[in-house]
């Protein structure tokens, strides 16, 4: 009897299941479905963040997270911000989040670090045919809290005095705090004197009035200042150009290139100590932008990579050889970087590194690196900024996002053949799946 009982209620359990399913709206199941499947994102403030969020909203199953939720919150699927300081890396669910920064991406954008990141390897593989010495400036790090001289600085105050320096502070981007000095036995003298007196320095004391030494450089560089720089209608030029860390894990990297940066003054070398002639020396955009005559020619001080080759061609008789030659130094000083870096990233699925790199070209047409950025300009401030820059950020957040697609993984299953992958403009320059360097090669 209990049994029968047990029987009458289990089949109408089963048969009011079976009702509600039946009565149950499918508008609203196709609605808590679709809300299982969105993917949240959050895109943190400033640096034109609207191109990474207006894009991703135009993406099915994409939504973003409000900027009060999103900065707290670990319920996101990705999350691009400027620093690392707005990631807790502690939390992050590896594999199954994407993060725009590696934990210690520092290593390559720091402007010590990466001389430090560059030596040590190739210290420990002297028989590189090709190494930082090939394109890096000449470059000296500076400590002025320490007491005691370093290799490094004693090798420095045993250089040419007729050297012209730039001096650039170890932790300041957008050319702030650098400043260049053309009397190179006046800034040994600096240096060694403040040396001596280093508590002082820690405590931002001391420094010498009109000297080249601030509380900015306690911690700097001193680069040997390139004086043949290649002119374009006189005036001074960078190249930004992008180099992705598209996965950590395993290690593939790529390359972009970008736009021109050139000076509003033109160039030349009377009064280099000035600071009213830094305009002259100094391509960084956040410079210019100073000038009081950016506003009227900023359309001149951007140039796409294809006005950069007509001029080189028509006004400098360069051939396409040539400028193929400069691309490929290029690629190859950042090939060099990566296997430097290699074996020093803190890699972790889901998490990827976009990076602004200036390069300089000297009037011999050889290519040297300045620095490696993280979390570059995102502005539309010129018709050029404005063609070239969202291609680039819809191309990252496309690869990056399909190589993390779980239907995608493992992803070394993707990158044992890059050609069906959707590159856009970037060139590969590093897999570690197939054991690739463009240098090493």
């Known amino acids: ?131 930082s010495s090939h394109f890096f400036p000449e470059t000296y790090r500076i400590d002025l809290t320490q007491e005691f001289l370093s290799n490094e600085e004693d090798q420095f105050l045993k250089t040419d005095n007729s050297t012209v320096w730039i001096i650039k502070p170890t932790y300041f981007n957008c050319g702030r705090g650098i400043k260049l000095c053309s009397n190179a036995k006046k800034l040994k003298q600096e240096f060694q004197k403040l040396k001596q007196i280093s508590n002082s320095i820690k405590a931002s004391k001391g420094f010498l009035p009109n000297g080249v030494f601030t509380p900015n450089l306690r911690k700097c560089i001193v680069q040997k200042y390139i004086q043949n720089p290649l002119l374009l209608d006189g005036r001074k030029f960078d190249i930004r150009c992008y180099v992705l860390i598209a996965t950590s894990r395993p290690l593939f990297v790529l390359f972009q290139h970008g736009y021109l940066r050139l000076s509003v003054d033109k160039y030349n070398v009377e009064d280099m100590d000035d600071e009213k002639n830094r305009y002259k020396h100094l391509t960084n955009a956040a410079i210019q932008k100073k000038h009081p005559s950016f506003s009227s020619s900023k359309e001149s001080t951007i140039w796409s990579m294809q006005q950069f080759e007509q001029y080189l061609k028509e006004k400098m008789s360069v051939t396409q050889d040539q400028i193929d030659k400069i691309y490929l130094q290029m690629k190859r000083i950042f090939a060099h970087i990566i296997r430097c870096a290699a074996d020093k990233f803190e890699k972790r699925l889901g998490t990827f590194e976009m990076m602004g790199c200036d390069i300089m070209i000297d009037t011999n047409l050889k290519v040297y690196l300045i620095e490696m950025n993280t979390n570059p300009a995102l502005f539309l401030d010129t018709t050029t900024q404005a063609q070239v820059i969202p291609p680039v950020v819809q191309q990252t957040l496309d690869l990056v996002i399909y190589l993390n697609d779980e239907k995608n993984k493992p992803i070394e299953k993707c990158l044992q053949n890059t050609n069906k992958l959707k590159l856009g403009n970037w060139e590969v320059i590093h897999n570690e799946t197939i054991n690739f360097n463009l240098v090493a090669q």
């Open 1 to 131: 009897m209990q049994q029968t009982q047990r029987g009458r209620k289990i089949k109408k359990s089963q048969s009011s299941k079976k009702i509600r399913s039946q009565t149950e709206d499918p508008k609203k199941k196709s609605l808590n479905k679709k809300a299982l499947c969105l993917k949240y994102y959050f895109v943190g403030p400033g640096n034109n963040g609207k191109l990474i969020s207006n894009y991703l909203s135009q993406q099915s199953g994409w939504k973003l997270l409000d900027a009060e939720n999103g900065k707290s919150s670990n319920d996101f699927y990705l999350k691009w911000v400027q620093t690392n300081s707005e990631i807790q890396f502690q939390y992050f669910k590896e594999g199954q989040q994407i993060i725009n920064h590696l934990p210690n991406h520092m290593i390559l954008t720091s402007k010590q670090l990466i001389i430090q990141t560059m030596k040590e390897y190739e210290r420990q593989n002297k028989q590189l045919q090709f190494n």
